[in-house]
């Protein structure tokens, strides 16, 4: 037998094995492809907010309008404080109901009214005779029985 040696069975034995594949590599996420998609998610984000911005602040336009006129706005003057942009009063006013911030009432002649509650002014009492006064100073009498 020639050739059988040990060195030679050793070798054969021991075969040096493959070397193991790299995993394969994802053709479309690479470095640069995964900051583009961080940036364009960064603007969609900015774009968003900059957007619940804008609709915020016609909501404190028309709650400004409504501190004013103490509760109570018509629809005219609703659309004074929206800036007459006739498209969003229906958005900013449901909205504002749906968070129960105001409610929508019809007036007399059929028109919408919209009441909001915390602008409402204080209502006072008579000690007395139970009746509603005046929103004048306190030092005045009650008009219906004339008590302090």
């Given at each position: ?10 070798l ?14 994802s ?53 004074e ?15 504002l ?52």
């Open positions: 037998m020639q050739g059988f040696r040990p060195e030679a069975v050793a054969v034995l021991k075969k040096p094995s493959p070397e193991p594949q790299p995993p394969p590599r053709t479309w996420l690479t470095w640069e492809n995964g900051l583009k998609l961080v940036a364009i998610g960064a603007k969609v984000g900015s774009a968003y907010y900059q957007h619940q911005q804008y609709w915020l602040s016609r909501e404190q336009c028309i709650l400004s309008a409504a501190r004013r006129q103490h509760g109570w706005l018509t629809e005219a003057q609703v659309l404080a929206l800036e007459y942009k006739h498209k969003e009063v229906s958005r900013v006013t449901t909205s109901c749906d968070k129960g911030i105001c409610r929508q009432l019809r007036s007399r002649q059929g028109q919408p009214l919209y009441l909001f509650d915390a602008f409402l002014p204080p209502v006072r009492f008579c000690q007395y005779c139970d009746q509603e006064r005046s929103h004048a100073p306190p030092d005045l009498t009650c008009p219906c029985c004339g008590a302090p």
